[in-house]
């Protein structure tokens, strides 16, 4: 199967809404995409949908996955925020991801970040996540926004974690006890801000 065919049938294989997500958005016209605009979707390094509720919105409704971004692996920046995600597990198959914005979702768990590598910022404030230990591994991490989530517990930093994370915003999380704070900064080196 030649590489044209193959964008096609990943067009049609995707969800309406990420369809109209990409044509709206992305390439900015209705007509069905021609094989150069499938082309360019599929090369992709940096995605950024902002739902009707951002300040600065590209998308006039919201996603309810990320299924429309699975094949998408030059993705190295993905900005997807005020939308209805609550799962982010299909990340696992983009590890060239060096920075994700998902922030302002209905996201319950970070599963699926695991082994992103790369992965140098990660904002994920305003969500409903209650655990980090997925970023355990992630030892390039720079910037950590986990703000306004349900965090209980800071498990998952690591005093390896201290040579390059530089920004880590945990604060108000109303489940965070102080004394997780004391330790990530005290034991790991780790301002938490």
């Given at each position: 199967?030649?590489?044209?065919?193959?964008?096609?049938?990943?067009?049609?294989?995707?969800?309406?809404?990420?369809?109209?997500?990409?044509?709206?958005?992305?390439?900015?016209?209705?007509?069905?995409?021609?094989?150069?605009?499938?082309?360019?979707?599929?090369?992709?390094?940096?995605?950024?949908?902002?739902?009707?509720?951002?300040?600065?919105?590209?998308?006039?409704?919201?996603?309810?996955?990320?299924?429309?971004?699975?094949?998408?692996?030059?993705?190295?920046?993905?900005?997807?925020?005020?939308?209805?995600?609550e799962s982010i597990e299909v990340l696992a198959q983009l590890p060239s991801l060096k920075a994700i914005f998902l922030l302002n979702?209905?996201?319950?768990?970070?599963?699926?970040?695991?082994?992103?590598?790369?992965?140098?910022?990660?904002?994920?404030?305003?969500?409903?996540?209650?655990?980090?230990?997925?970023?355990?591994?992630?030892?390039?991490?720079?910037?950590?926004?986990?703000?306004?989530?349900?965090?209980?517990?800071?498990?998952?930093?690591?005093?390896?974690?201290?040579?390059?994370?530089?920004?880590?915003?945990?604060?108000?999380?109303?489940?965070?006890?102080?004394?997780?704070?004391?330790?990530?900064?005290?034991?790991?080196?780790?301002?938490?801000?």
């Amino acid at each position: 199967m030649n590489t044209l065919s193959s964008y096609k049938i990943w067009w049609k294989s995707l969800s309406p809404q990420w369809r109209q997500a990409f044509s709206l958005s992305v390439l900015q016209k209705q007509d069905e995409p021609t094989n150069e605009d499938l082309e360019t979707l599929k090369k992709l390094q940096v995605l950024r949908l902002a739902g009707p509720e951002a300040p600065y919105p590209n998308c006039v409704f919201e996603l309810n996955d990320l299924s429309g971004i699975t094949e998408l692996n030059k993705l190295e920046i993905l900005i997807i925020t005020h939308h209805n995600i609550e799962s982010i597990e299909v990340l696992a198959q983009l590890p060239s991801l060096k920075a994700i914005f998902l922030l302002n979702n209905h996201i319950k768990s970070l599963k699926g970040i695991e082994s992103l590598f790369n992965l140098e910022q990660l904002y994920v404030q305003c969500n409903q996540i209650s655990s980090i230990k997925e970023i355990e591994q992630l030892l390039n991490l720079r910037e950590f926004y986990i703000h306004d989530n349900k965090i209980v517990s800071l498990e998952g930093l690591t005093e390896a974690h201290s040579d390059k994370l530089r920004k880590l915003v945990c604060q108000p999380n109303e489940l965070l006890k102080q004394k997780e704070i004391i330790h990530a900064e005290r034991e790991l080196g780790i301002i938490c801000r």
